[in-house]
C-alpha cells in the first residue's frame, strides 16, 4: 500500500497533491504561533483587534490563584522578569507588524486603557515597563504613548502609582520627540497639574513631584528638548501677567519666566508709558506710538513678561494728543483708523468726552471765557476735533451727548453750560448726516440742561452766547419739521 501511495505520488496528474502533502509536512515541522496563523488565515484574521491584543497580554500578566491569596508574598526573579517581557513583546511585535498604518494611533490607546483599568500595582509596573522597552527598542513611537498616556481619561492625580508611574515613562522617553510634539506635551501636563487641588495629603506629594520633574527636563536649555521661547509662550498663555503658577511647580515656572525679562525690555522701549510725542503739521508719522483700538494698550510682539505699566491702557497718551493742534492724522494713525472705511471708536468717544467735561470744569473756574483767552481755544479746538472724527463716523454723536448727560448732570456747573451749549449748536449745524436720525435725543439732553438753570446768575456773556438757547432750539425744529416729528413734549 506504501508502494502504490509513493508511485501515484510521483505521477504528474497528482503534482498537487505532493506538494500539499509537502507543506503540511513542513507546517508540522516549524509549529507556527497563533499570531502567524492569524496573519495568513482569514479566519483568524477577522479576529477584532482588542481580541487579539487582550489575548497576547493577559497571557502574560495572568497569576496563580495562590499569587492571587496572598499577594506580595511570591517574587519573580529578574531574570523571570525580562523573560516575560520578551515574549511578550515578541508576541506583540508580529501582531504591530501585520498591523495597518491607520490602527497603530488604535492600538496603543487600547493597550493605555487595558493598562489603566488594572488594580493590580504589580501588573501596572510590569506593563509600563513593556511600554518602556517597547519605545526603547523602537517597536512603538514616542509620541504616540506619551499622548496617549497624557490624555487618558483615567489619568488622575488620586491614583498616585499611575500618575508616577506615567510621569516617569514619559521623562524616560520624550528625548525621541521632535520639539513641536514636545511643546504640546508641556501644554497637557500644565493642564494636568492644574486638575491638582490647592490642599492635598502630604502622603501623595512625593508621587505628584514626578510631574514637575518632567516639567524642569523640559525647560532645561541644555536638554534640548524645546526651544525656551516656546516654552515661556505656552506658560504665558495659561499663566499671565499677575496670576500666580500652580503651588507644584512654584518657583520653576516663576524663574523661567523670569530670565525672559531682559528679552523684554530689549524689545520694548524703557520708560515707553512715560514718554510723550511731538504733535506736529508736518505729517511726520511714527509707528512708536501706534495703540489698540479697542484696549488703548500698546501693541507687544509675542508672550515676553513684559513690564506690567506696559499692559495697562495708555488714555493719558491719547488725552494729551487730543488736546494738541494738528493732532487729527496723528489720533487716526495711532488708532489704525482709515477715513475710506467708516469705524466706530468706543474708546475715542469716551476720551472726548472726558476732554469736555474737563474743559467745563476749567472754565467755570475763570471770570471770562469768552475774551479769546485760553478756555475759548480750548473749546474751539475742541470743537474742531468732534466735528472731525463725527463726520467721519470715528465716533458718534448721539452716544457722546448722553455720556455727557450722565457726568455733568449732577457736577455743579452753571456758568459754563452757555458755551457747552454753543458748542453742540456748532457740531449739530455742521449738517451732519448722521446726527439727523438721533435728534430727539440731542434735544432731550439740551432740554434737560436748560430746565435745570434756566436763569443762570450773574453771567454777563457777549451777545452771541446770549442767543444759544434759542439758536438751538430754533435750529431742532428745522431738521424736525422736515421729518414731521412732533416734539412738543420734549421743549414745553
Not at 479576529?47 to 499569587?67: G, N, R, Y
Not at 483599568?117 to 515597563?129: A, E, M, T, V, W
Not at 502609582?161 to 516617569?168: A, D, E, I, M, R
Not at 469716551?350 to 475774551?371: I, P
Request: hydrophobic share 40%.
Amino acid at each position: 500500500g506504501a508502494a502504490v501511495g509513493l508511485e501515484s505520488a510521483r505521477e504528474p496528474d497528482v503534482k498537487g497533491s505532493t506538494s500539499g502533502a509537502l507543506s503540511a509536512g513542513s507546517a508540522v515541522r516549524s509549529f507556527p504561533s497563533p499570531d502567524s496563523r492569524a496573519s495568513r488565515d482569514p479566519a483568524v484574521a477577522m479576529v477584532p483587534m482588542e481580541t487579539q491584543l487582550q489575548s497576547i497580554f493577559e497571557e502574560v500578566v495572568k497569576t496563580e490563584v495562590i499569587e492571587e491569596a496572598f499577594p506580595g508574598m511570591f517574587m519573580d526573579t529578574p531574570e523571570d522578569e525580562r523573560t516575560k517581557l520578551i515574549s511578550c513583546l515578541g508576541a506583540f511585535r508580529q501582531f504591530w507588524s501585520n498591523l495597518s498604518q491607520e490602527s497603530h494611533e488604535q492600538c496603543v490607546q487600547w493597550i493605555v486603557r487595558f493598562i489603566h483599568n488594572q488594580h493590580s500595582p504589580k501588573r501596572i509596573s510590569f506593563l509600563y515597563d513593556c511600554l518602556a522597552m517597547a519605545v526603547e527598542t523602537g517597536l512603538l513611537p514616542p509620541k504616540m504613548v506619551c499622548e496617549s498616556l497624557l490624555n487618558s481619561d483615567n489619568l488622575e492625580w488620586e491614583r498616585t502609582q499611575l500618575w508616577s508611574l506615567t510621569f516617569k515613562l514619559v521623562r524616560k522617553i520624550i528625548g525621541g520627540i521632535d520639539y513641536k510634539g514636545v511643546r504640546d506635551l508641556l501644554k497637557v501636563i500644565l493642564e494636568k497639574i492644574l486638575t491638582i487641588p490647592n490642599t492635598v495629603s502630604s502622603a501623595v506629594v512625593q508621587q505628584l513631584l514626578a510631574a514637575r520633574e518632567v516639567v524642569a527636563y523640559i525647560l532645561e536649555r541644555n536638554a534640548c528638548l524645546l526651544p525656551a521661547y516656546f516654552a515661556v509662550t505656552e506658560i504665558r498663555k495659561l499663566y499671565p501677567e499677575g496670576k500666580l503658577s500652580h503651588w507644584l511647580l512654584g518657583s520653576l515656572l516663576s524663574d523661567f519666566v523670569d530670565s525672559f525679562r531682559p528679552t523684554a525690555r530689549i524689545n520694548s522701549i524703557c520708560g515707553r508709558c512715560s514718554l510723550l510725542p511731538v504733535v506736529n503739521n508736518s505729517g511726520a508719522i511714527c509707528n512708536s506710538w501706534k495703540l489698540d483700538p479697542t484696549t488703548l494698550r500698546f501693541p507687544l510682539r509675542g508672550l515676553l513678561p513684559y513690564d506690567k505699566d506696559l499692559f495697562e491702557p495708555q488714555t493719558a497718551l491719547l488725552r494729551y494728543v487730543l488736546e494738541q493742534p494738528y493732532s487729527r492724522d496723528m489720533v487716526c494713525n495711532m488708532l489704525g483708523l482709515n477715513k475710506q472705511h467708516k469705524q466706530r471708536c468706543p474708546v475715542l468717544e469716551d476720551q472726548l468726552v472726558d476732554l469736555v467735561v474737563y474743559a467745563m470744569e476749567r472754565s467755570e473756574t475763570e471770570e471770562k471765557f469768552d475774551d479769546g483767552g485760553t478756555s475759548q481755544l480750548l473749546w474751539q479746538h475742541l470743537s474742531s476735533q468732534l466735528i472731525f472724527f463725527v463726520l467721519f463716523q470715528f465716533a458718534s454723536f448721539p452716544h457722546m451727548v448722553l455720556s455727557l448727560h450722565q457726568k455733568v448732570d449732577y457736577l455743579p456747573l452753571i456758568k459754563i453750560r452757555v458755551l457747552y451749549h454753543f458748542n453742540l449748536l456748532h457740531i449739530q449745524h455742521s449738517h451732519i448726516p448722521s446726527l439727523q436720525p438721533s435728534i430727539i435725543k440731542v434735544l432731550y439732553h439740551l432740554n434737560l440742561l436748560h430746565i435745570q438753570h434756566p436763569h443762570i446768575p450773574s453771567l454777563q456773556p457777549s451777545i452771541i452766547f446770549s442767543f444759544v438757547y434759542r439758536c438751538a432750539e430754533v435750529h431742532n425744529m428745522q431738521l424736525l419739521h422736515t421729518r414731521q416729528r412732533n416734539v412738543e413734549g420734549y421743549l414745553n
